[in-house]
């Protein structure tokens, strides 16, 4: 062995396996948390050595959410970890929202030895083919000494260019062997924060955008979840304050504060009267030149688009190329949105932009004359003090106590619409964070669990149906267990709102599934060691609400809402069927 030598060969002798390598590869990335169920066992027990702890979920989706959340509101790679078989399978659904979310997360899967390999072993499963449309990347690692190499590509695949899942399956026995490397120093580099590359667009194209957008006569800026994986929101403000109206998807609630005059709010399939924007649509419907920016033109996004203007020109900043131009014809803006941003920022100080501010007083007259036609349509529309409670009263009590640096996390289906509809970012920022890749129910309490983990010092609360709660009730006991305070607040309308209410405006008719049995949520959180309240009048929330956000612990409001109340979804606008 003159020219090679054991892995850490000053540690004791069992601190010399792929385990130990593993962990220590993943500290070097900046990992400090591993959520899992202690599986793989080896690298579970060999991360407290290199400062990681685990952060053990009841369930494996749950466990990917958890990751999904800690990477948006943390900008560093998470990891998630998993038996082969069913416990993978399970990771399917977390990761597929983070692959459509454009989220970099590692997956290390434990896969069975490598002497078994393909001869039905205890849940062997082809994981390449299971992982195949939710990730980016897919690797087996099968040899001990090229653990770090592995490690490094995982991380590199997640975090570059449009990021997303990277999966590495580690044989079992890998983690037990010992390997011997060359002398040649070890690999040093950090690749655990994202985006781990930034470029820029064309100067030639950023020219050509900044031309149009400064003879555009009515121009609007919208912004997606890309901003926030870029970091641009102080590049976005500053479009915004040249004049330029800014409003944003549901995924980029937060990009510019949305108390700021030329905001126009989440724009989407929920601009219904009764929508926060609902009285800005003509600013997007009737725009000359569109910018986008980290916005992926889907379905909800554009309100099956019908909202983007057809004769428009449309600008499109976006990491990955296949996404620009692929509902509406741009200008292509290649890059990172921050240094792309900044680059059109500055071409606009060369460009003349007198006739951008001339109208600015007024469109600021205009939008403001929205937000307060907004308010008045809440008072007609809705009955505030209303038993069972409107969602719309619990959300604007929330808005009204949570604290600058709050987190809101939200659940799919209607909580997402409550939450980007019923709440204002008074300040721009990462701080909503929404299921929106594919949306699926039980995302709020594991994406809960992880903003807390990214973000100890803030208080994090979640709004859920009971739909999507009833998916993972357990994590209330990973809150006890792992020290994660948050407040659930529970809508409990008794039904599948968005299912029900889909049907009927369909249909005129619904499934019989969609009704629950009565449960008392309030009392499941004191079952598991948390707090639970049950709230049945609207006045008793506010109360209940200050009361949990200043406890040490996590709290369960399980408040009864009205089975009738549904979003502004434009869709289910006129529908008489939703009149029962």
């Not at 958890?66 to 970890?81: E, N």
């Not at 600013?283 to 000359?288: N, Q």
């Not at 996004?301 to 976006?318: C, M």
């Not at 969602?391 to 709050?406: F, S």
Request: hydrophobic share 45%.
């Amino acid at each position: 062995m003159d020219a090679a030598r054991e892995i850490d060969s000053g540690a004791t002798e069992g601190n010399r396996t792929g385990a130990q390598v593993m962990a220590a590869a993943l500290a070097r990335h900046g990992v400090t948390e591993i959520f899992g169920q202690s599986l793989p066992s080896a690298l579970i027990l060999a991360a407290p050595d290199h400062g990681i702890r685990q952060i053990g979920y009841r369930t494996e989706n749950g466990g990917a959410a958890m990751a999904d959340a800690y990477a948006r509101l943390s900008g560093r790679v998470p990891v998630v970890t998993a038996q082969n078989g069913p416990a993978a399978t399970l990771l399917v659904p977390g990761l597929g929202e983070a692959f459509k979310a454009s989220i970099p997360v590692v997956a290390i899967v434990q896969d069975v030895h490598r002497k078994f390999t393909d001869k039905n072993a205890f849940q062997e499963l082809d994981h390449f083919a299971l992982f195949d449309g939710v990730s980016k990347w897919v690797r087996r690692v099968n040899d001990v000494e090229r653990i770090d190499d592995y490690v490094d590509m995982a991380f590199t695949a997640a975090a570059s260019g449009r990021g997303g899942p990277a999966v590495l399956m580690v044989p079992v026995d890998v983690l037990d062997e010992r390997p011997v490397v060359p002398a040649a120093p070890r690999r040093q580099i950090s690749l655990g924060a994202f985006p781990l590359d930034r470029s820029v667009a064309d100067p030639e194209r950023v020219a050509e955008a900044a031309r149009l957008l400064a003879q555009a006569e009515r121009p609007v800026v919208i912004a997606g979840g890309g901003v926030h994986s870029s970091g641009a929101v102080a590049a976005l403000g500053l479009l915004q304050e040249k004049g330029f109206p800014v409003a944003t998807t549901v995924m980029g609630k937060g990009a510019v504060s949305e108390t700021h005059p030329l905001s126009v709010g989440v724009a989407g399939y929920f601009m219904a009267p009764g929508g926060r924007a609902s009285h800005q649509r003509a600013l997007i419907t009737d725009a000359d030149v569109v910018l986008l920016v980290g916005n992926r033109t889907n379905q909800n996004g554009t309100d099956s688009w019908q909202l983007y203007p057809r004769d428009a020109r449309y600008i499109h900043i976006d990491i990955d190329g296949a996404e620009i131009g692929r509902n509406y014809e741009a200008v292509r803006l290649l890059g990172d949105a921050r240094l792309t941003l900044e680059a059109l920022a500055d071409a606009l100080d060369a460009a003349d932009l007198s006739a951008i501010e001339a109208r600015r007083a007024e469109l600021e007259r205009r939008i403001a004359e929205g937000r307060e036609a907004y308010e008045a349509d809440l008072d007609r529309l809705i009955d505030w003090e209303a038993a069972p409670c409107r969602p719309e009263r619990l959300m604007r009590d929330l808005g009204g106590a949570l604290p600058e640096n709050a987190v809101v996390v939200a659940d799919a289906s209607y909580s997402s619409i409550w939450v980007a509809n019923g709440l204002v970012a008074r300040r721009a920022g990462q701080r909503f964070v929404t299921p929106r890749g594919l949306a699926g129910l039980g995302w709020g309490l594991p994406f809960a669990l992880g903003a807390k983990a990214a973000r100890p010092e803030a208080p994090v609360v979640c709004v859920t149906g009971d739909g999507g709660f009833g998916h993972v009730w357990g994590e209330l006991e990973t809150a006890q267990r792992m020290g994660l305070p948050v407040v659930v607040i529970v809508l409990n309308n008794q039904i599948l709102g968005y299912q029900k209410h889909a049907e009927l405006s369909l249909f005129g008719a619904h499934t019989d599934v969609v009704h629950f049995r009565p449960v008392d949520h309030a009392a499941i959180a004191r079952a598991v060691g948390c707090e639970g309240v049950r709230v049945e009048r609207p006045g008793d929330f506010l109360p209940a609400l200050k009361s949990a956000l200043s406890f040490d612990g996590t709290t369960v409001i399980d408040v009864l809402t009205d089975e009738k109340a549904h979003p502004p979804i434009t869709s289910f606008e006129g529908k008489e069927a939703l009149d029962y």
